[in-house]
């Protein structure tokens, strides 16, 4: 059936996507990935550093949503705390495979791998990164599918579930109907879209342990950082 997107759905889609694009980390922080010290302590510090930053692009991209700001306020907290680490795997993922200056290695990758993380996590995360980029998403699908993980209503401690689903379902519709109009070969794509979201749970998952084994090895997170994970 001939799939259209509507003046609303047009309307909503810009919105979401002028928010990423808008919030971004600062050019001067995502420079310090190309700084030539690969230490296991140099990699942990900037990986925090870009977590911070990235933390703080997460919550204004957030706000920017229409009608996040009129949910319950604790609610809105129990969203940002439960989405954080699976929007930052997805924003993450776009730089993860860009290569470094002298092409041998992506920017991110060697870093994660001399972080003090444990082989059993990095290869999980790291099928994920190449699942992602292999997707190969569009700008609108990056936007609307990180929108759609903030606003996922069953996340820890929400209350109102009805009001989140409110806001999710019309995001579900428009990326359907994206990914119809930009995927035409593939009829599956969108569905693929979503299994990623259920994969990324297993990585938070996942993120809990290694956040555990670090503070076990004494490492020290920023305040914002402890705050978004309660941990410290
Ligand atoms: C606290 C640190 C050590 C940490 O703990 N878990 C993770 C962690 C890990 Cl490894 C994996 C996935 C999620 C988390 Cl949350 C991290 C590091 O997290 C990030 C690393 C890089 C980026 C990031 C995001 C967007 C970017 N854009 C650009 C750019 O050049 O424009 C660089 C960049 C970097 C974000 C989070």
Redesign the pocket.
């Given at each position: 059936e001939k799939v259209e997107i509507t003046k609303e759905q047009k309307a909503l889609t810009k919105v979401i996507v002028e928010a990423y694009n808008r919030h971004?980390?600062p050019?001067d922080?995502?420079?310090k990935?190309l700084q030539d010290q690969y230490s296991v302590e140099e990699?942990?510090?900037?990986?925090?550093e870009?977590?911070?930053?990235?933390?703080q692009?997460i919550v204004e991209f957030t706000k920017s949503i229409p009608g996040f700001l009129s949910l319950d306020h604790e609610d809105q907290i129990a969203l940002l705390k439960g989405s954080?680490?699976?929007a930052?795997?997805l924003?993450?993922?776009?730089?993860f495979s860009?290569k470094m200056p002298n092409g041998h290695n992506g920017?991110?990758e060697e870093?994660?791998r001399k972080?003090?993380?444990s082989e059993e996590f990095i290869t999980p995360?790291f099928n994920f990164?190449k699942s992602i980029i292999g997707l190969h998403m569009s700008l609108e699908e990056q936007a609307l599918l990180t929108a759609i993980t903030i606003l996922t209503p069953d996340r820890p401690y929400v209350k109102d579930h009805q009001a989140v689903e409110k806001l999710q379902e019309p995001m579900l519709d428009v990326l359907r109907k994206v990914c119809v109009l930009q995927h035409p070969q593939e009829p599956q794509y969108f569905a693929r879209l979503l299994g990623r979201l259920t994969e990324l749970r297993t990585?938070t998952h996942y993120?809990a342990e290694?956040?555990t084994s670090?503070r076990m090895n004494d490492?020290k997170?920023?305040p914002l950082?402890c705050e978004i994970?309660d941990v410290q």
């Open positions: 971004q980390i050019q922080v995502a420079k990935l990699n942990f510090l900037l990986l925090t870009m977590a911070t930053s990235q933390v692009v954080a680490v699976e930052m795997f924003r993450s993922a776009q730089v860009k920017i991110l870093r994660i972080s003090g993380i995360m990164y990585l993120h290694m956040l670090w490492h997170f920023t950082l994970w």
